[in-house]
């Protein structure tokens, strides 16, 4: 019997499977390639990186880096000295560390006399968070209760009354009546980080949100998979392994699979939570998942390989006054290899270029509507590409593709990419990652902490002390 079993191997799968490395464990993909969202894979001659390609937080101080120290992994990665180049028309934006020189860039586009009495502000938030000693979400228990209480308590103490203020009512308290463009370059940023706009979520919210080209932000050499890969490395892993069925048993949980069963004592689930219940026959469990509903929010990605040897950022944002086609954004990301990346460019650079969407548009639609509204989408994407990058001609692209929610649910089992943004009309639904069934977990962007490497590594971090027992 196993001591510990992970389903899935996204970034949560594969960091707590790397922290319990010394158990006897197992950590299951669907996939041949490990990462989920996170994976890097190849079609034809061509490595492509599943989704957005930004590793923040490996920090001194910050969880992600103790994390990695612990596995003992020095990750193969590269300073982006200019986190995302933000694009508007004539408007041009780079988030970069340095403030200064930030704040130089928003002043000379959306000048405004508060702007450092806004940013300010956001940084020094930010800043107090990742100084904080008692982030904890648990349930289900009162040990778990007093704990979370303790984590609110700290957040309480630490910001006061601006953690009830609305990050929308902040804005206007702080900026007074901006331009369109101004608003939507902030809610844009939010849409990468935390999945909505500033209408509904908190002053915290907002600054997390959009203080993480404030840090490090790093390109990964080989792609967001070699990354995976290495975190992994000294952990039993069965790829394109499907767990199609978990059973209750006497001493834990069996997972039944078309290669074999197994037994496990405990079990971490970085399905999404969305999709969970689908693993399940017993009712209690079912009804569990079941009961958080269904996250619409997914992503429709552009995958070109170019024959050109020009130099680029590493990342780009594009944001337009009307939504995308199909899409529920105004805005695209771009990720672009470097060319010295001897996986990723190999054979041409390789670009990642995704925007919001609908999980369930995608899903209702007929095969003929499907194939042409995904054409469509996929052509004004590159047109809009190849508008801004003029060096580029369209004889220049390879190969060009695209995904969409059935996409992603064909490889990796999720329709959805990320959770629920966390708001004040959900705070209290949040998932946690333990679950009321002894010896059932769960981790990744569908629980505490939500998206991105910090975000999850947080979450990852909560479960590995309910697993050592220390929580």
């Known amino acids: 019997m196993l001591d510990l079993a992970v389903v899935g191997s996204g970034i949560g799968g594969s960091l707590i499977a790397a922290l319990n490395k010394d158990k006897n464990i ?8 490990l990462g ?28 992600l880096k103790k994390q990695f120290d612990t596995i003992g992994l020095t990750p193969n990665i590269t300073k982006s000295e200019v986190a995302i180049r933000v694009v508007q028309g004539e408007v041009v934006i780079d988030r970069v560390k340095d403030f200064e020189q930030f704040l130089e860039s928003i002043e000379k586009s959306y000048p405004n006399k508060n702007n450092r009495a806004f940013w300010s502000k956001i940084k020094e938030i930010n800043e107090k968070f990742w100084k904080l000693q008692k982030i904890y979400y648990a349930k289900y228990s009162l040990k778990n209760y007093i ?16 953690l009830l203020k609305n990050a929308r009512f902040f804005i206007k308290q702080t900026l007074g009546e901006i331009t369109a463009g101004y608003e939507r370059f902030i809610d844009s940023q939010l849409m990468i980080t935390v999945q909505t706009n500033s209408k509904d979520i908190s002053i915290l919210s907002l600054a997390l949100g959009l203080s993480y080209p404030f840090h490090d932000v790093f390109y990964v050499d080989g792609g967001m998979g070699s990354l995976i890969e290495e975190i992994v490395k000294d952990v039993e ?5 499907e767990i199609q069925k978990i059973l ?9 699979s078309k290669k074999g069963s197994y037994k496990t004592k405990d079990l971490v689930l970085n399905s999404s939570i969305y999709q969970s219940a689908n693993l399940f026959d017993d009712e209690d469990i079912k009804n569990y998942y079941n009961s958080f509903g269904f996250s619409d929010q997914s992503a429709f ?11 680029f950022l590493d990342h780009y944002q594009f944001i337009y006054d009307d ?19 001897k996986v990723l460019s190999k054979d041409g650079l390789s670009v990642t270029i995704s925007t919001h969407t609908g999980a369930n548009f995608w899903k209702s639609l007929s095969k003929d509507e499907y194939k042409q509204k995904k054409e469509y989408t996929q052509e004004f994407i590159v047109g809009k590409f190849l508008e801004y990058f003029t060096s580029i001609k369209k004889q220049d692209i390879k190969r060009c593709f695209s995904a969409t929610s059935i996409t992603f649910n064909r490889y990796i089992n999720r329709y959805n990419c990320g959770g629920k943004a966390i708001s004040y009309k959900n705070i209290g639904q949040l998932p946690s990652t333990n679950t009321p069934f002894k010896g059932i977990y769960n981790v990744g962007d569908t629980v505490f902490a939500a998206q991105g490497w910090p975000g999850v590594a947080i979450g990852v971090d909560v479960l590995q002390r309910q697993l050592n027992g220390s929580s």
């Not at 609110?152 to 009354?161: A, D, M, P, R, V």
């Not at 209750?248 to 039944?256: A, Q, R, S």
């Open 26 to 33: 197992t950590l299951f993909e669907k996939d041949k390639n």
């Open 36 to 63: 989920g969202c996170a994976s890097t894979f190849k079609r034809g001659s061509h490595h492509y990186n599943a989704g957005a390609t930004t590793l923040v937080g490996y920090e001194d101080g910050h969880i």
């Open 147 to 162: 704990k979370t209480a303790s984590f609110i308590n700290e957040l309480l103490f630490t910001y006061g009354f601006d």
């Open 237 to 241: 892993t069965k790829k394109d392994h």
């Open 248 to 256: 209750k048993d006497t001493n834990g949980w069996v997972l039944e």
């Open 301 to 311: 990605v552009v995958y070109l390989t170019l024959d050109i040897k020009d130099e």
């Open 323 to 341: 939504l995308i086609p199909n899409s529920t954004s105004n805005s695209f990301f771009v990720s672009v290899s470097k060319q010295d990346d």
